[in-house]
């Protein structure tokens, strides 16, 4: 975006009907600590472990896939085993 808005002000884009953005919304907000309560992780830890899963399954699939094309063998034990997933060539 900030390449793209300089080539526009570069080539006057202004006068060719491009619209460039004004002052950021962002520049008067302030970082701050978020507000945890229990109520709220017990809302957000299902969803969190279903992408966690998700990804998970994600992996090991692409191992899986990296094993096969290189006849090598990638088991759950050697998977779960490590905490990572590793193929060995």
Do not use: D, F
């Amino acid at each position: 975006m900030i390449a793209g808005s300089a080539i526009a002000l570069l080539m006057k884009g202004s006068e060719h009907g491009i619209r460039l953005p004004g002052v950021s919304p962002w520049s008067s907000t302030t970082l701050s600590h978020p507000y945890i309560t229990t109520a709220s992780l017990r809302e957000l830890a299902p969803p969190a472990l279903a992408v966690a899963m998700l990804g998970l399954a994600e992996a090991v699939s692409i191992a899986r896939s990296i094993a096969t094309k290189s006849n090598s063998a990638l088991t759950a034990i050697r998977i779960y085993r490590s905490g990572t997933l590793q193929c060995h060539w």
